[in-house]
């Protein structure tokens, strides 16, 4: 009904946005910067900048998208904020029209409201929150009451027009402006005035209620600086900022839709042009949180290290953790937009970042717990081998050759991953025990453990001896190892922040303990620095990505400026996910 009608163009409108756009249609990513980007951020800059104009067939050329800050709350926004979004923008790749701030517009934004004022549309009000609570709770009772055909002067009669209506509604124009201009003087108190618009009360949707336009607020802004003590409020401004920069389609999230109504009335108040509005449902992914404010107190309770901590759904988290843009947009795209409210699997993610580092990472050995392995008849079995010894030439990936090869060398010492031992023989187990020997990977011989050498408890190494010989059992299992000169380094695991698929409202209780695990002295083949020329660690800084056989797939860390644990000049790798469905945590 009424809705529709405010959300028309008059053809005059209509007309003079054809004329400005012309062929052109116009989205906008308006994130508030009151914390980092975000998975969901990912999928609304995906349909924003790729997807709805798949949708609507709009060719290449005829694709704009404005990157939009949404700062309109001074108290929890900031430039860092600002500053990681437009990082985090640029590195999912996309190419904004321009990159806009709503709060440059807080002049034009106050000007549009004297003008409801004048218009006797908008007034100044002096209620309290407590008062303006049991107006809404007053109108939304006697909208019920109405809805199911009861007398709303019985189920919730008015105590006092003061309430309802209010007092402040029906008060001149010039009392209004001259109440806004001292507001905006700085002439009152927080809280104690604010500017509302004239809506209706007699409305099904309380976002009809008399809206508050204006707050006064003494916080400076992030962008706008100290000129302002009174700051429009969202609604207000978002309708307004998508008409002036000429949006064609202002597209936001389900909890949204009933905001449509007050979006289109206030357009329609000024006589301003009205975007076509689309609403699709919130990104959810399992087992984490998607909502900058929960994100916010992860990071102040430390149970992560930071908003770029690799285990946070962040944009900044997912990038050091390995996922790059191909893998996001990926599974943006496979997700799509829907109107169905939905929890995506963070399965989908893995499969999705497998697909893609498969055929694309290097690999190499690993030992994420060493074992050290003396090979007790090396020199003997050294001489049996070719012309080039114990040295082997390894494909950098199985199924791409134009990745080229690297060669790693068997040494008389090895480290073998603390995975592939056991001390006690088990049926089950397919690797090295004291009385079942194992394959070698490259190698192809057995490896036969002779003895433990023990430290305490501790094992401190093993006595094993080579078997080439023709007749040796097949073994049920290879096993990679680390040469004598591998590469100590860290590697962190990662497992699901929290325990359940979906945290509930207690979801700080909810939190995995186990969603970092550290191995502070793994061992790499040393090949690894070869594929990278360097052997400083900043040559690492591009997201190298590494298969680790049989472990997974790694990638450098890019930053450790938030951890503690990081030793000087070692290298750190995370893993991004593990080869298989099934190991993961
Ligand atoms: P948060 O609760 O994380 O602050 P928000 O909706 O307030 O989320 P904004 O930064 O204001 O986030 O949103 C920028 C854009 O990204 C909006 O259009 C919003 O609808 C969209 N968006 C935010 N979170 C998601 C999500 N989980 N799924 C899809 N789109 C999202
Ligand atoms: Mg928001
Ligand atoms: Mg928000």
Not at 104 to 112: A, G, P, V
Not at 228 to 252: K, Q, V
Not at 494 to 510: A, I, K, M, N, V
């Amino acid at each position: 009904g009424r809705e529709l009608e405010w959300a028309v163009n008059t053809p005059e409108l209509a007309a003079e946005h054809a004329s400005i756009n012309s062929n052109i249609i116009r989205t906008r990513f308006p994130p508030e910067p009151n914390g980092y980007l975000h998975f969901g951020h990912a999928q609304s800059m995906n349909m924003n900048f790729a997807l709805s104009f798949e949708k609507l067939g709009v060719p290449m050329e005829n694709r704009r998208t404005i990157f939009r800050f949404d700062d309109t709350n001074p108290d929890a926004e900031s430039p860092e904020y600002i500053d990681s979004m437009k990082r985090d923008l640029e590195w999912m790749g996309w190419q904004p029209e321009k990159t806009t701030y709503s709060s440059d517009n807080f002049q034009t934004l106050y000007e549009l409201a004297v003008k409801l004022i004048k218009k006797g549309l908008a007034y100044v009000c002096d209620m309290t929150k407590p008062e303006m609570e049991a107006q809404r709770e007053l109108a939304k009772q006697r909208c019920a009451a109405r809805a199911v055909g009861t007398d709303p002067d019985v189920v919730a009669p008015i105590p006092s027009a003061d309430i309802l209506p209010g007092r402040n509604r029906d008060t001149s124009v010039e009392r209004n402006l001259k109440l806004f201009e001292e507001m905006k003087l700085g002439l009152h108190d927080e809280g104690t005035l604010t500017l509302r618009l004239k809506m209706d009360f007699d409305s099904p949707n309380p976002n009809m209620y008399d809206l508050v336009a204006y707050r006064i607020r003494y916080t400076p802004h992030p962008h706008a600086g100290n000129g302002w003590c009174i700051y429009p409020n969202y609604d207000f401004t978002h309708g307004i900022c998508d008409s002036l920069e000429h949006i064609d389609y202002s597209i936001c999230t389900l909890e949204f839709e009933t905001r449509r109504e007050p979006y289109f009335w206030i357009l329609w108040a000024l006589d301003m042009y009205r975007p076509k509005v689309y609403e699709m449902s919130r990104l959810n992914v399992e087992y984490t949180v998607l909502s900058k404010r929960r994100l916010l107190k992860l990071v102040n309770a430390n149970y992560v290290r930071g908003w770029n901590d690799p285990r946070m759904p962040t944009i900044s988290g997912l990038r050091r953790r390995g996922y790059n843009k191909q893998i996001i947009n990926n599974f943006c795209n496979e997700v799509g937009a829907t109107r169905s409210a939905k929890v995506v699997q963070m399965a989908k993610l893995f499969h999705v970042a497998r697909l893609t580092l498969a055929d694309t990472t290097r690999r190499a050995m690993a030992a994420l717990e060493p074992i050290k392995v003396v090979i007790t008849n090396f020199d003997e079995e050294a001489g049996k081998v070719g012309e080039n010894g114990m040295t082997f030439e390894v494909q950098n990936s199985p199924t791409d050759a134009t990745l080229g090869s690297h060669n790693v060398t068997l040494t008389g010492t090895i480290y073998i991953d603390s995975e592939d031992f056991k001390t006690e023989d088990d049926p089950n187990f397919y690797r090295l025990t004291p009385n079942k020997p194992v394959g070698v990977k490259y190698h192809g011989g057995n490896l036969i453990c002779d003895e433990i050498v023990k430290d305490g408890d501790k094992i401190k190494m093993l006595k094993c001896r080579l078997d080439s010989s023709e007749g040796r059992p097949k073994p049920k299992s290879y096993i990679t190892w680390v040469p004598s000169d591998g590469i100590k380094c860290e590697v962190r695991v990662y497992g699901h922040l929290f325990t359940q698929p979906e945290p509930s409202d207690r979801w700080e209780e909810e939190l995995n303990s186990e969603s970092e695990v550290i191995h502070s002295n793994a061992i790499i083949d040393p090949s690894v620095l070869e594929l990278v020329d360097k052997k400083d660690v900043n040559e690492w800084k591009s997201n190298q990505a590494l298969q680790f056989e049989r472990l997974g797939y790694f990638v450098v860390d890019t930053d450790t400026t938030f951890d503690s644990t990081t030793r000087e000049g070692m290298l750190v790798f995370n893993r991004t996910v593990s080869l298989k469905e099934d190991k993961t945590v």
